[in-house]
């Protein structure tokens, strides 16, 4: 066994990778991370920022991303009571990090990515992309970062 041939089964059998590549299984999380970015959220801001997403799916993100530690929840003593969600010092590192790089190559890469996944899916090789969901009042969006482009050109 070659030393690349060890170096490649130590990644395949590494837990840390599963652990990182796992985050993003779940579709609607990394666009919650995204949501959050520019700073603490309360819930129906969250909402309203994503667009098209369900009170069922945003709990379920939020409660998968509060369990990874990517984000935390505040709860404020006031009436009526107001509970916060922002990313932790983990979650603002993969967004800064490794999403922005995705969303960088997306931008390089991402009509090609359409093409192939449109011709693949006209030869019937390949399942359906996510839908993109149409949102809410104009301005009520999370401004997308600059490699997030909001349109196709």
């Known amino acids: ?34 949501a959050l970015r520019t700073g603490p959220r309360r819930r129906r801001e ?48 993969l967004v800064e990090g490794p999403m922005a790089a995705l969303g960088r190559w997306a931008v390089e890469y991402g009509d090609e990515l359409l093409e192939a996944q449109e011709s693949g899916t006209a030869s019937g090789t390949c399942a359906s992309g996510p839908s993109t969901a149409e949102g809410t009042a104009e301005g009520t969006r999370t401004p997308l970062p600059d490699w997030c482009p909001q349109e196709r050109p």
Not at 4 to 12: C, N, W
Not at 62 to 89: F, K, M, N, Q, S
């Open 1 to 34: 066994m070659t030393d690349d041939d060890a170096h490649r089964h130590e990644l395949v059998a590494d837990c840390r990778l599963r652990a990182a590549t796992d985050l993003f299984t779940h579709t609607w999380d990394p666009v919650v991370l995204a």
């Open 46 to 93: 969250l909402r309203a920022a994503i667009g098209g997403i369900s009170d069922k799916v945003l709990t379920d993100s939020l409660h998968r991303l509060l369990a990874t530690g990517l984000i935390e929840r505040h709860a404020h003593a006031e009436a009526p009571p107001r509970v916060d969600y922002a990313l932790t010092g983990l979650g603002k590192s």
